[in-house]
């Protein structure tokens, strides 16, 4: 079993397009994924519902993907979102379940014009106060080495997303809600750098 919890997996265009990716190579090899994910989860919130979601189906290989949400915690987060995943992680090494960590997508870097409503307005710049001062960056160093201490692998798309943004390329408009989901496109992002990781590393 592939199982694909937490918080970004919750979507289920990536779920999806992972499983289509996989059934395309090995088109007769059965393949289950469980969406454990939960909107705006954090890693303190995954870690609690673990078992209960997560390690009673004894999966084959989980993907683990927190920090969107949690960075709203700020700095007075990093020390229960680094909690968070190492006991995670040694939850599922303890039950002989490979991991895989995925880091997210980048925030916006600005609050768009097209956001209609005040109060998206307000997230949007709370949230491209973190992106651009470095908080975002912050807790996927965390993730990082975490990930490195544990013997985790990581799909680092959150490299990629700063690949872009160091390019150029307007993060902002790549975000569906213009503050922190990407569009239908960029979902394939994930989907193929799962892929390749799971296939080849």
């Known amino acids: 079993m592939v199982s694909i919890p937490y918080s970004l997996m919750h979507n289920f265009r990536i779920i999806y ?14 393949i289950t994924i469980l969406n ?4 705006g989860d954090t ?23 927190f920090g969107l949400n949690d960075s709203g915690q700020r700095e007075a987060g990093l020390v229960d979102y680094e909690c968070g995943l190492r006991d995670i992680f040694r939850k599922l090494k303890a039950a002989d ?19 209609p409503f005040h109060v998206h307005k307000i997230a949007a710049a ?9 908080v975002m960056d912050a807790y996927m160093d965390l993730a990082r080495k975490v990930c490195s ?4 692998l990581v799909c680092d798309v959150y490299h990629q997303w700063k690949q872009l ?37």
């Open 165 to 201: 943004h160091d390019a150029g390329i307007d993060i902002t408009i790549l975000l569906s809600n213009y503050i922190n989901h990407p569009t239908r496109e960029l979902h394939s992002l994930f989907a193929d750098s799962l892929f390749e990781l799971i296939m080849f590393e």
């Open 36 to 39: 454990a994910g939960v909107s």
């Open 17 to 30: 397009a992972i499983r289509a990716n996989i059934k395309t190579v090995f088109p007769f090899t059965p």
């Open 149 to 152: 201490e544990e013997g985790v």
């Open 126 to 134: 709370d949230c491209a106060d973190q992106q651009n001062h470095g």
């Open 97 to 115: 379940v490979e991991t895989v960590f995925l880091t997210p997508n980048m925030k916006n870097t600005y609050v768009s014009p097209m956001i």
């Open 43 to 65: 890693a303190q919130g995954g870690l609690a519902r673990i078992e209960r979601d997560v390690l009673r189906y004894q999966p084959d290989l989980t993907v683990v993907c």
